[in-house]
């Protein structure tokens, strides 16, 4: 965005940032026997085009895969292109990753657009990839593939560092089994469309629809103490609360007990999930994961940044 902005001033054009949503493959799965199945998304549209504009674009336009464009030659692809944008101006300049394709089988690549841009009156700019210092010292590319394989490692705290920010599961608290409550440790269960980390107990910090920030101890995966399925369940910590004492459940002042938004930004990773004989040590247990998230919240602010 920044090299987009640069190329702009001087051409007194503007900047916009060009999206595929949904992912290619949602589309290419239901239309191509034995395509793949797209990725988890890391992120809703909505909040990719607002982080869009606040890095300088001046319009966010969302591709639908499913309008014909992945059936398009690349030069129909680029034709379209130019032609939908027509009302902003002519294209003075095209920028991509190095390993950017388009076009019907992806026969486009990065060489075929530096020259359909001659053709056309456009020129092209390839950017690489940012390299980002992980907690292990190694230098990754930063890419969402990387961040997906970090996260399904449990990093949470090294794909903040490619993300620029912590990665954040939204979505909507949902009716669970409702155990939590009786061994004085409610939770809100979360259900996301966002990819979620590899199983294991995390820090957090939750978003209320208020606005108010809290810290949270996050299971996501399996609870084999009580042979129960994969879920997402966050324990908000509420000021002044107390670790696994029995007192009486109550919904969160303001809120009904189900349907209203979260968001839990994941900060670090706390133990992998485990069976516990009791729910004496499961309880003891909870608790000290609690004042770790809580103490982990508060030291890992604000995320970290490694460019390379």
């Known amino acids: 965005m920044a090299r987009a902005r640069e190329l702009a001033l001087p051409l007194g054009g503007r900047v916009v940032a060009m999206v595929f949503d949904p992912h290619p493959m949602d589309v290419l799965r239901t239309t191509v026997h034995g395509a793949q199945a797209a990725p988890a998304i890391l992120r809703t549209f909505d909040k990719r085009r607002a982080w869009l504009t606040d890095a300088g674009a001046d319009h966010v336009e969302r591709i639908d895969p499913a309008s014909g464009v992945l059936s398009l030659s690349p030069e129909q692809f680029v034709h379209r292109v130019i032609a939908e944008h027509a009302h902003l101006g002519p294209v003075g300049a095209w920028i991509e990753g190095p390993d950017f394709r388009f076009g019907q089988g992806r026969a486009g690549d990065t060489q075929v657009l530096t020259t359909l841009g001659v053709g056309c009156g456009f020129s092209t700019h390839i950017i690489e990839h940012l390299g980002v210092a992980t907690s292990d010292h190694q230098i990754v590319p930063c890419r969402s593939s990387t961040v997906r394989r970090l996260l399904s490692a449990g990093r949470v705290f090294d794909a903040a560092a490619l993300l620029g920010r912590w990665h954040a599961l939204v979505g909507t608290v949902v009716p669970g089994d409702r155990r939590g409550r009786t061994i004085g440790i409610p939770t809100a269960n979360l259900q996301t469309p966002i990819l979620a980390p590899g199983p294991g107990v995390y820090a957090a910090l939750a978003t209320l629809p208020d606005g108010q920030r809290l810290a949270a101890a996050v299971n996501i995966g399996p609870r084999p103490t009580f042979d129960r399925p994969e879920t997402i369940e966050a324990h908000l910590i509420l000021p002044g ?27 670090s990773f706390i133990r992998e999930t485990m069976r516990f004989a009791s729910i004496d040590d499961l309880r003891g247990q909870l608790a000290r994961d609690i004042d770790r998230a809580a103490r982990l919240v508060t030291l890992l602010s604000p995320p970290p940044s490694h460019t390379a």
Do not use: D, K, M, N
């Open 241 to 267: 609360s107390s670790r696994g004492a029995h007192t009486a459940w109550a919904p969160i002042a303001g809120l009904p007990e189900y349907g209203w938004p979260l968001t839990l930004e994941l900060v």
